[in-house]
């Protein structure tokens, strides 16, 4: 069994330029492994987002709702944002 799956894709004309380019250039061998390499990249991409938000943003949340005090509304994210705005343009 093949451990591969042909595919065809259409990419606009820049990506394809890009593509060639990097064969052309000797960085891949085939268009393919371009397109393979870059769909890897995406994966660790997603893998990474995926990872923070469990780790990071679920724990911020999860601590926000145990401690409400510790958030700040939005109102006074843009209170302090016009302030230091003001502070930094003399306004």
Do not use: C
Request: net charge negative; glycine share 4%.
């Amino acid at each position: 069994m093949r451990s591969t799956q042909q595919f065809s894709i259409t990419l606009p004309h820049e990506m394809a330029d890009a593509v060639r380019a990097k064969v052309a250039s000797g960085q891949y061998a085939t268009e393919s492994e371009v397109i393979r390499d870059g769909l890897r990249v995406l994966l660790a991409r997603d893998s990474a987002v995926e990872k923070w938000l469990r780790e990071n943003v679920a724990a911020a949340y999860d601590a926000s709702q145990a401690d409400p005090s510790r958030t700040v509304s939005v109102e006074e994210v843009r209170a302090r944002l016009a302030a230091l705005h003001a502070q930094h343009t003399g306004g």
